[in-house]
Nanobody
């Protein structure tokens, strides 16, 4: 059983930055594709970014490309999401998740992920 704990959320003004962290334990971190999702009130959970090992191959939804960067530190069993130039529409609860069986479809599908964190709130004020 893999445990994931997110941190780093908060309130920031538009144009600001936040760095989310997701610390994992209880599994072999390097064997998982690590994803970030978000869910705004009244909306479905949506894919934000993912990073695949080996090779640190990164994937992003179009609306965050050039603003968000996903990274991972296998030695610390931690994945990060650096969020720059934040916009009010980025406001949501952000979740990290671990995926054991990668495909391009599975990567963007919440139900395909094996383990989830509890989420961290990100609020961007205009």
């Amino acid at each position: 059983q893999v445990q994931l704990v997110e941190s780093g959320g908060g309130l920031v003004q538009a144009g600001g930055s936040l760095r989310l962290s997701c610390a994992t334990s209880g599994g072999t971190f390097s064997q998982y594709v690590m994803g970030w999702f978000r869910q705004a009130p009244g909306k479905e959970r949506e894919f934000v970014a993912a990073i695949k090992w080996p090779g640190n191959i990164r994937y992003y939804r179009d609306s965050v490309k050039g603003r968000f960067t996903v990274s991972r530190d296998n030695a610390k069993n931690t994945v990060y999401l650096q969020m720059n130039t934040l916009k009010p529409e980025d406001t949501a609860v952000y979740y990290c998740a671990a995926l054991s069986r990668w495909s391009t479809t599975a990567m963007v599908t919440p139900n395909e992920y094996d383990f989830w964190g509890q989420g961290t709130q990100v609020t961007v004020s205009s």
